[in-house]
């Protein structure tokens, strides 16, 4: 499968932005798909999960309340909702899709990556 992030830009503190991941090649529906951000100099951070039928989702405590992510599985597409930004959550957005193997906080879990999309957060 192959992942496009889109949605990325430069907010202030407290508003919002809608990050889509569109994805093509095999059936999307069969992946479970997850949200990671990696900051300058940091390692790359666990933000949101959704299963396949997208009743059941997992969120980094850091956003928890804040992002909502959220999929179609008729679009191939899944979406990160994020209110309420702050500074800290600067990073370059990656989506990723896995088989349903390994832990979903990890990186090493998912096959499959986006380039990822810069969401700037100023204060």
């Known amino acids: 499968v192959q992942l496009q992030a889109s949605g990325g830009g430069l907010v202030q503190a407290g508003g919002s932005l809608r990050l889509s991941c569109a994805a093509s090649?095999?059936?999307?529906?069969?992946?479970?798909m997850g949200w990671f951000r990696q900051a300058p100099g940091k390692e790359r951070e666990f933000v949101a999960y959704?299963?396949?039928?997208?009743?059941?989702?997992n969120y980094a405590d850091s956003v928890k309340g804040r992002f909502t992510i959220s999929r179609d599985n008729a679009k191939s597409t899944v979406s990160l909702q994020m209110n309420s930004l702050k500074p800290e959550d600067t990073a370059v957005y990656y989506c990723?899709?896995?088989?349903?193997?390994?832990?979903?906080?990890?990186?090493?879990?998912?096959?499959?990556w986006g380039h990822g999309t810069q969401v700037t957060v100023s204060s």
């Open positions: 959704i299963s396949v039928s997208g009743g059941g989702t």
């Open positions: 090649g095999r059936t999307f529906s069969s992946y479970y």
């Open positions: 990723a899709a896995r088989l349903g193997r390994g832990s979903i906080y990890s990186t090493s879990s998912y096959s499959y």
